[in-house]
Each structure stands twice: as C-alpha cells, then as structure tokens.
C-alpha cells in the first residue's frame, strides 16, 4: 500500500507536540501532551507512544510511513541522543526505544535542526537546499541544511552556533559552562543583559528607563528610534553578524533563516545582522539571503515528519 501518512513529533521541556500529516506536508491534525520529566524522562517516550497509538486507531496503520523526532540534546544519525539535560534524558537510542513502543519505523534528530528542516520543506526557507537556520529565544539554537539534508554530526552537536565563542572579555558563565558565547549576547535573555548592561553604563535618556527591559521591549523602542536600544541592537547585530559570517565560511549557505520569539520583532532584526555580517564574510559567501521563519512552534513537528519522508525516499 502506498504510504499516505506521518507523525512529526517536537519534545520540548514543558510540552510534547505531535502532528499528524499527509505525505504532501499538509497537517491534518495537531495537538499537545505534557512532558512528564520525572525519573530521569522515563515517561516521555511511552507517553508519546500512548498518543500516537490513539490516533492511530482511525486510520490504517499500513498507510503511515513513521515517525519522525526532534528533542533537545545531540542526537546523531542513528538517532542516538548523548544526554538531553532538560529532559531528564543520559544517553540511549531514542529511534529504537519509540520503534520498539511503536512498532513504526522512527528516525530522530535534535530539534533545532529538525525545525531547520521544517524550514526548509515548508517554512521561511522554501526553495532553498543549503541553508542554516538560527532560532533566537531563550537560548540560541542553528539547524544546518546542505544539499537538502539535515546535518547532525559525529554525536548530534552540529549546528551549535549558540555557543560560537564571540567575546574574549565575557566574564559570566554560559549555560554551556564556557564564556563568552554567541547565545549569552543574541539570545532574548542576551539581548535584555545587553540593555541593562548599557542603562547601568551611562545616563542616555531612553524609554527603556523605568520600565519592563526585554528582547521586545527592546526592539519596540528600537523602532520608536530609540538612541540606548539602536546602540543595543547595534551590539547584538555585531555580535550574530560575525559569528553568521563564520559559519559561512564554513557551509556556504544560501540563505539564512532567522526564527524564535525574537524573530517576532521582524524584518528590522535582518536591518541590525546584515551589514555586520557583510563586512566580516568571505567575499564567496556575501550573496546568502536572509529571511525570517515562518512556521513559527510548528516547524519542528513539520521537520519531524520530514525526517521520516527523507528516510522512506533514500530506501
């Protein structure tokens, strides 16, 4: 029978999202469940499991193609996550364990680059077959595409660009336990660090004084040409301009794809990164485009299924 069907599956720390979708990359169901992380994440697998079998007693199980995966953590290509902190997870096989719950076949990958790949086949970077993602919220994540395919690494570490070092001068630890990463300056919580650093450090009158700082409020007052927030925005720009150049020189993308919630702040985001990124890249390098995600929490449930259909096209 021809397959007709797959599951995409993002686990995130507070919730797993799970869709249903046709072989076209339409969704045609979606829907949440909690992540229980007790007892080292041992439920999040069964529970996942549990909610597919669920649904899957409307359809023809025939007619599903698998199961794709996105969790945090490395995850290499043989679905091998090497410790998920935020899940509870130490290192085992997160494609047999589900196969073995499931009875489906399972691919998986970390989330960044799974949602990368959602991108790619649905999302802000359609059209485009090399590209790299970069997902500015709490953290900063990068989800590298080449040639179409989602690259994971010798243990699933590929596409860490959150933790580029960037600044020899930092003095705060990273999540990371280094200093002086990318995410500690281009994050939401690098981004409102970098403004309380700047309203400590002088007197500039800005709308910003007394109030709520944070990435958007940020960004708000950059639009409402704001003096302190454009010189903000200016460092984050520097700093996620030269580290976006770096990994030019090294993927050579087409585009990049900018996603998470400081992406919300929209096309002025790009107006801070790109002239930045353009004085440091190598001359070879200097076209790629840049764009905003588009499919916004969903993209990694879309990469997930995408995963599956990349696995079933290559048998």
């Given amino acids: 029978m021809k397959m007709k069907y797959v599951f995409g599956v993002d686990i995130g720390g507070t919730t797993v999202k799970i869709g249903l979708f046709d072989v076209e990359g339409n969704v045609l169901d979606k829907w949440e469940i909690p992540t229980r992380t007790e007892n080292d994440g041992e ?6 499991a549990d909610s597919i079998r669920e649904k899957m007693k409307q359809m023809d199980k025939d007619a599903i ?31 047999e364990t589900l196969e073995a719950l499931i009875n489906l076949p399972v691919r998986a990958g970390n989330d960044a680059n799974v949602a990368a790949l959602g991108e790619m086949w649905m999302g802000g970077g359609k059209g485009y077959k090399d590209l790299v993602v970069v997902t500015l919220g ?39 336990g280094n200093k002086g990463c990318l ?37 708000d007052a950059v639009k409402a040409r704001d003096p302190l ?19 030019a020189g090294v993927v050579n993308p087409e585009a990049f794809v900018i996603g998470g919630g400081v992406s919300k702040a929209g096309e002025i985001l790009i107006d801070y990164i790109r002239p930045h990124y353009e004085k440091s890249v190598f001359h070879g390098c200097r076209e790629a485009k840049f764009a905003l995600a588009t499919l916004g929490n969903d993209a990694g449930i879309y990469g997930a299924a995408k995963l599956v259909l990349d696995a079933v096209a290559d048998r």
């Fill in 65 to 95: 193609a698998g199961v794709g995966v996105g969790a945090p953590g490395p995850i290499d290509a043989a679905g091998v996550v090497h410790r998920a902190v935020n899940l509870g997870w130490k290192t085992f096989n997160v494609k």
């Fill in 138 to 176: 709490t953290g900063v994540g990068g989800g590298i595409i080449v040639d179409g395919r989602m690259i994971s690494g010798s243990t699933g570490a590929a596409g860490e660009i959150g933790h580029i070092h960037v600044d020899d001068t930092e003095t705060d630890v990273c999540n990371c």
């Fill in 229 to 247: 927030a454009m010189e903000v925005a200016e460092q984050f720009g520097k700093y996620l301009g030269d580290a976006l150049a770096a990994v």
């Fill in 183 to 219: 995410e500690q300056f281009a994050s939401a919580t690098g981004i409102t660090r970098l403004a309380n650093k700047k309203l400590a450090s002088t007197d500039m009158d800005s709308v910003l004084r007394g109030g709520e700082v944070s990435a958007k409020t940020v960004f």
């Fill in 43 to 48: 439920k999040i697998l069964p529970d996942v």
